[in-house]
């Protein structure tokens, strides 16, 4: 027997090549997958489906007639002596060698196979091990697997052939190529109708020339977006709610032709489409504009709606022809590399003027650009700047301010004005300025951090002032609003050029890593402009831009050209544009047209505008077919049975604009009713609460003294505060007037100015009522609740985030209102301590973090020697569920990952990490089930319950 006796095969399942035994699967849809979910049962054996194996590349380094002892590497060595990448010292590889036996007086040529093969095998691994290294990776080169060549799929897959060729074939090819191929494969008349459908369909949404074994991960987002589209238009959804991002980005207007077809079909289907657009055809299919706004950031915040009326191509803005100045620009000749589908040997590129790269998406424009223009003109030492899209950092310690290169400006005429106390570093978020209780990042558990309000300085910090501001109000304003005549003259550049290009709503605080494509690429221009401001006429530079008018109105695109020209007038500007408000603006054009196929001189059109027919530039007819297309589709019934059909009266009137947690618009009302209405329920006559700081400040007046709780913050996340915390600030307060019971509720500290007393109180400021000290009562001003008889403190203002599920969620559940939890009332024995054993029936005791557990003990704020059966209902569910308001940082631990800190996360989620170990035999997670959460009010902190209105919590309103 071939096999041997033990190997059982079906010969249901395989077939046998009798002249060599070897064995083939019948094909089954199993064979021809790589799937973890099939147990990757078509992959190849050798390289596990990847298709790709890491080898080292010895050919050029490896001087083969020099004695082995000699050093035969031909590497440079690193300071320390050692070869660079291998980490090898020249002696220890040459002993290393010996000791397998290999003679070290012969040279490479001059040895056996076998002994060339280990020490080939010794230099390999030694990489291998240092793969992470840059220096190392120049010798490892990816190869295609041999096995497999490069498909990833096993021999038994390959050998099952369609019309002559194996599925790895059909997988290189993009998804036009497939289509010319279909006849030829046997299909059925329906499954080749089919086909052929879906691959007209990915050829419309122009996404047809992507490779159909490309990875999801390196396609653009365009072409992502495009992609999601696909699944949703082939699974006949119907009744969802569909919500498309700026599906026209990256798409040359004729591209968004099926784009919005796909559009007009989801909706004939009765699904609800919401798409994020500039584009005007795509307000021109749509039967409801939002427009939100009036301005961007701060001055948005609003909704405007308006119903459309279809307008003709010929009447939407961009259409208009501008007068192009005729310009007799001189060119230069650049020699390219071909690369990918752009097969040019060289291009013309008119000098100081300006050009836009124009095309399909997929045509190829980055990579004539950003890629080969780009090395050719590195090569030609003509000096050339590339603007593209890519974020500078991900760091969210990463603002504009520190990427304008104004920050360390900004910090010194601070630390001037606040000299000797506080220094440049104490004005820095990320130095000693930090806020210590969210360590600088300005949020903790995704709602704005109750100390600094998101500032994220330390209070002291902010009491320093220039020209009337804070460093936080200089990070937070809009720029115009700040006054760069005098201190801040350094501003006024930046000032003048981020309005320009429609970015002064970006604040100088904002982290970059939250900058939209086209934000960002304008503050790259900014940046670039800044620097190179008074050189940039002599610099005859190139500037390459990608999609810079990405986002922009109109209003938008005509003022970041106008930008363009002052700055860079005299040089030459290369940019890679979809909008036809930018194009028909530039002087010359270079049209890469559809995506289909290999670019060359013939198919590429290059000319002044006007001079020539461009053929990505021919929008006639382009409405019309929207509007056939539109006008086929039958009314829908969900619009002629809406209850609100659009009426005159609510035309053009402005909504609140609110977060979306809120599906119902019913509920936008109840938040904005509740936030200008709303009464605190306890009636505390010692408590007043204010709108603002400024009501605030104006009913204190010139009251004296002014007094502060320091605890504030660390009283509204638990009735005690952490032993470390008190002795922390009762230290830092030493030798100030203070008047300190042990009770923390009460400890006060008299303030210098009422800046102080607002900033160190968290926003509750003390006043006496009458003489102090003595037996006064004293009275709470403040711009958040706290009471006193109750020990209340709610950590948000109510008026701007109280009522708003997505800013005021429960940290437990984060707004859901349920969350997942074993039957705890069933396990649990409340007779017995967590450290019992017999408490739950499974020895919960043993996985118990117990560091942690004496960490918070230690602190004060919890007791687990107690029984359950003595502890309160809310100290019980912090048992179960964790005490998420507060962790600790373990000392000398930076902070960063889970690990660093101390944190008690509750029975419910020890059980689940540790299910297993604790219950071998059954799988405790079967009994994972939804409950309510205890710590909130339907998703809502439970503070939220403290305000009314009508006599009316907002729950009851959202439940009724
Ligand atoms: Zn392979
Ligand atoms: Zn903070
Ligand atoms: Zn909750």
Known sequence: MLLGDEVELNFDE??????????????????????????????????????????????????????????????????????????????????????????????FNGLSADAREMLLGILTNKLLSNHTD????????????????????????????????????????????????????????????????????????????????????????????????????????????????????????????????????????????IVVEHNPLYHNISDRILHVGPGAGAEGGYVKESFPTFLPTQQLAFHVKRPTAKVNASFTTLTLKPKRNVRLESIKIPG????????????????????????????????????DSKPPGKSTASIVATYLEVFDDIRKEFSREATPYLTESDFSFNARGACPVCNGSGNEGGKPCGVCFGSRYKPDVLLTKVEGLSIVDVLQLNILDINTSKAFGFLSNVRRILDALSLAHITLGRATSSLSGGELQRLKLAKFILRHKRTLGKERAVVMLDEPSRGLDSTGVSQLYEVLLEYLAGLTVIAIEHNPEFIYRSTYIIDLGRAIGEKN???????????????????????????????????????????????????????????????????????????????IQKNDGNFRLFKSRDELQKAVGEACPLLFNPLVSHLEKFPKVPVSVFKAVTAEYKGRELYLSEDPWRMLVKAVSFDEAFLKGAGVVALPNGDFPGPATINYYGIRLFNLAERIVD??????????????????????????????????????????????????????????????????????SVPPSELTDDEYNILLYGFKAYKFQKPGKPGVVQDDFWEWRGLNSYVYHNAAKLSPREDLNTHLGWRECPFCARGFKKTVTQYVCDGKTIVSFLDS
Not at 656 to 678: A, C, G, M, T
Request: hydrophobic fraction near 35%.
């Open 601 to 679: 001189q013939d198919n590429i059109v290059a000319g002044y505008l006007g001079d020539k027919d461009f053929p990505s530039l021919n929008y006639s007819l382009l409405s019309d077919e929207i509007k056939a297309s539109k006008d086929s589709l039958q009314p829908i019934a969900f619009n002629a049975a809406k209850p609100g059909v659009p009426d005159a009266a609510s035309e053009g009137r402005y909504f609140q604009f609110l977060p979306h947690l809120y599906i119902k618009q019913n509920n936008f009302d109840v938040e904005r009713q509740f936030s200008n209405r709303f009464s």
């Open 14 to 107: 395989h077939y046998f090549y009798l002249p060599d035994g070897v064995v083939f699967r019948k094909p089954s849809a199993l064979l021809f997958s790589r799937s973890q979910a099939s147990s990757r049962s078509g992959c190849c054996k050798a390289c596990g489906g990847i298709g790709k194996k890491i080898a080292a590349d010895f050919d050029e380094i490896i001087k083969k007639n020099t004695p082995l002892h000699d050093g035969f590497l031909d590497v440079p060595l690193t300071k320390s002596g050692r070869y660079v990448g291998f980490k090898f010292l020249p002696t220890g590889l040459s002993s290393l060698i010996k000791k397998q036996g290999i003679d070290t007086s012969k040279t």
């Open 352 to 387: 100081e003027c300006f050009t836009a790269v124009v095309g399909s998406s997929g045509a190829g424009k980055s990579t004539l650009v950003l890629e080969m223009m780009y090395s050719s003109l590195i090569e030609s030492k003509v000096p050339v700047v590339k603007l």
């Open 795 to 864: 950590g948000i203002q109510p008026d701007k985030y109280a009522f708003n599920l997505y800013r005021n969620a429960c940290i437990y559940c984060k707004g859901y209102g349920h969350f997942k939890s074993y039957p705890f009332e069933k396990w649990i024995d409340k007779r017995f301590s967590p450290f019992d054993a017999r408490m739950t029936p499974f020895g919960l005791n043993r996985v118990m973090p117990k560091a942690t557990i004496s960490h918070f003990a230690k602190e004060g704020l919890f007791d687990f």
């Open 134 to 273: 840059e220096n190392t990776r120049q010798y490892l080169k990816e190869t295609n697997c041999s096995a497999c060549e490069g498909s990833g799929y096993s021999y038994q897959t390959r050998a099952v052939l369609v019309n002559g060729k194996s599925i790895d074939y059909f997988l290189n090819l993009t998804a036009n190529e497939l289509r010319s191929e279909l006849s030829g494969m046997g299909l059925e008349k329906d499954e080749l109708a089919r086909l052929n459908d879906f691959l007209s369909v990915i050829d419309k949404l122009a996404i047809g020339h992507i490779g159909l074994n490309r990875p999801t991960s390196s396609i653009s987002s365009g072409e992502a977006q495009r992609l999601k589209l696909l699944d949703v238009l082939m699974s006949n959804h119907s009744g969802k709610i569909i919500v498309l991002d700026e599906p026209s980005a990256n798409l040359q207007y004729h591209d968004n032709l099926a784009i919005l077809d796909a559009i007009l079909k989801l909706k004939a289907r009765d699904n609800c489409v």
